[in-house]
């Protein structure tokens, strides 16, 4: 039974969902250090929400623990590049909290626009200013809207079409006549956008990139009484230039929903500002939102979990239950070319090119090579290498792993052909698919044969002389050493020769020493595949 810790508090709904999939739950919200990493260790799946910061240091040794799932849309309180290294998907629930958050950001707007919190304060101590609060009305206005993802499209059609405001807009993912057909002007950068805005809203994540995206430099570029909101994450916008804006009057006012620092210090300085209205992290603080979150968590899990069905992962491509048994041959197949490829390859592999050809190459092969890498690097390293983290942890080895497609069928319906290069040199290792099944292993070097890729394989080269095979099979008889299968390849009659024998156990070294004292036999070496069928772990 999979066991899920839940360290944010997650709604009963949620909660519900996993114990009707048989789910163990560890419901304890507020761990902190060695605690919450001892309860990681333990469960194969974690919920956060923006309380719990998932650290390097927190899955060092991850234990069982396989995914992470994010309650929201933000996943910088998770070290997404530390849980790809130990193979664990790190999830989130995108759409949840879209409409909350784009709410929140349109309800900040008016505030600011309207000086509504200082008002309502202002009459709780008993005053009548109605002559202090003079707004600024937004019909005709300019808003720029910087991150037109989600949650910036719902505040732009919010603004455009409900509140009457011109919205412009700056997004480097989004081409302008995708933005023109949502009614939005878009720009090739901030700064050029900048001066045309009475208001900017920003809804982009917090990467390196966005930190401190709006700062001094572009704040002075905004009109004269311009304002600014931030409801995406602290840090976009540049507080402390927030302030001096603030305060030289250039910045007629700002919004934040979200800080650096959360929960704020007690001597902030937007507290002082009598211009700035401030929620603490507020977006997606609807009962709805958080119902939606509870929910999304709790099914991505118990997909993930319950059926090895990945959505909405950040650290990997989705996987729906169709396709991964659509890939399940080739997934099997890649991953063991990637073991014979660091059996067989001349020296520690350099680079890897994997040709696609054929019917598999219609298909989405990310998958696929992913499982070479893991097969290429599994036996080598001592942590676990699965398909999140193989094709990361390759390059951080320096191995260069490319792909390249060609739908043309060749002699096989699908063929995928593996070149290694090393410092020592270059092989060639070629799989395909018989039936829906069976695989084969169809070239090696320069020979082509058609050889089982499951068991131990003891493969030689020599030249093509009666009685040699009959030789190795007396060898091996005597030994107790069992071949399974047989096959030969040779390029000539009497030419250079290849035999693959699968073999039910790895001989003894003096069985390999024997057959290669042969004097026709210029080459031996043994690999090992699991057994016919045995699928890697990490795919369920
Ligand atoms: P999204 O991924 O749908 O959209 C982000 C957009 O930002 C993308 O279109 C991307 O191309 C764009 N972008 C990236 N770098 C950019 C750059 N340098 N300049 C301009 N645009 C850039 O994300 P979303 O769901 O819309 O969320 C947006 C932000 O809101 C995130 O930071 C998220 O964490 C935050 N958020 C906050 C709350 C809250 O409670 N306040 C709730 C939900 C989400
Ligand atoms: C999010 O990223 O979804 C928001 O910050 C909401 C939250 O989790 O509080």
């Known amino acids: ?123 709780r101590q008993g005053k009548w200013e109605k ?32 509140l009457d405001m011109k919205v412009i807009g700056y997004d480097p993912a989004l081409a302008a006549s995708a933005a023109a057909q949502l009614g939005i002007e878009t720009f090739s950068s901030v700064d050029e956008m900048l001066p045309r805005c009475d208001f900017i809203t920003v809804h982009t994540p917090l990467v390196e990139q966005t930190k401190n995206l709006i700062g001094a430099k572009q704040l002075a570029l905004m009109p004269k009484g311009g304002r600014v909101i931030n409801c995406a994450r602290g840090g976009i916008i540049n507080e402390q230039a927030v302030v001096e804006a603030l305060k030289s009057g250039h910045l007629a006012g700002a919004a934040f929903d979200v800080f650096v620092e959360e929960p704020i210090a007690k001597d902030h300085p937007f507290l002082a500002l009598p211009n700035v209205v401030i929620t603490p992290h507020l977006g997606a603080a609807t009962a709805e939102a958080q119902l939606l979150v509870a929910r999304e968590s709790a099914q991505l899990l118990v997909d993930f979990l319950c059926k090895g069905v990945v959505r909405f992962a950040v650290n990997m491509g989705a996987l729906d239950r169709a396709e991964m048994e659509e890939m399940r041959p080739f997934v099997d197949m890649a991953h063991r070319l990637g073991l014979l490829s660091a059996q067989l390859g001349k020296g520690p592999v350099q680079t890897a090119e994997i040709h696609y050809r054929g019917e598999i190459a219609k298909r989405s092969t990310r998958l696929v090579t992913s499982a070479f890498a893991a097969g290429l690097l599994e036996r080598g390293l001592e942590q676990n290498v699965n398909i999140v983290n193989a094709r990361m942890l390759a390059e951080e080895r320096g191995i260069e792993i490319t792909e390249q497609a060609s739908m043309e069928k060749g002699d096989f319906s699908s063929l995928i052909r593996i070149t290694l290069q090393s410092h020592l040199g270059g092989t060639v290792l070629a799989g395909t698919l018989f039936g829906n099944q069976y695989l084969r292993l169809v070239t090696f070097g320069s020979h082509r044969l058609d050889a089982h890729m499951d068991g131990v394989l003891l493969l030689f080269t020599h030249r093509d002389v009666p009685g040699l095979i009959g030789h190795i099979g007396t060898i091996c008889g ?63």
């Not at 808003?143 to 059609?157: H, S």
């Open 131 to 162: 002559g202090k609060f003079l707004g600024c009305q937004l019909t005709g206005k300019t808003l720029g809207v910087i991150g037109l993802g989600r949650i910036g499209r719902e505040v732009a059609r919010r603004a455009g079409q409900g």
């Open 478 to 540: 005597k030994n107790g050493v069992n071949i399974a299968q047989m096959n030969v390849g040779r390029q000539t009659a009497g030419g250079e020769a290849i035999a693959v024998l699968n073999l039910d156990a790895r001989p003894p070294e003096a069985v390999i020493r024997e057959v290669a004292s042969h004097p026709q036999i210029s080459s031996v070496q043994v690999a090992e595949l699991p057994p016919a069928g045995q699928m890697p772990p990490w795919f369920a």
């Open 1 to 123: 039974m999979p066991r899920v810790l839940i360290s944010d508090k997650m709604e009963e709904p949620g909660l519900e969902i996993l114990r009707q999939a048989g789910v163990e739950i560890d419901e304890r919200p507020g761990l902190k250090g060695e605690e919450l990493k001892a309860a990681l260790r333990l469960a194969d799946g974690v919920v956060v929400r923006s309380g719990t910061r998932i650290t390097a240091d927190l899955i060092e040794n991850p234990g069982k623990l396989k995914a992470v799932v994010r309650g929201g849309v933000g996943v910088d309180n998770i070290d997404v590049a530390a849980a790809t290294r130990q193979g664990i998907v790190v999830m989130n629930t995108p759409d949840a909290n879209t409409f909350s958050t784009a709410e929140h950001t349109i309800s900040l707007l008016m505030s600011l626009a309207r000086h509504i919190p200082a008002a309502d304060a202002s009459m």
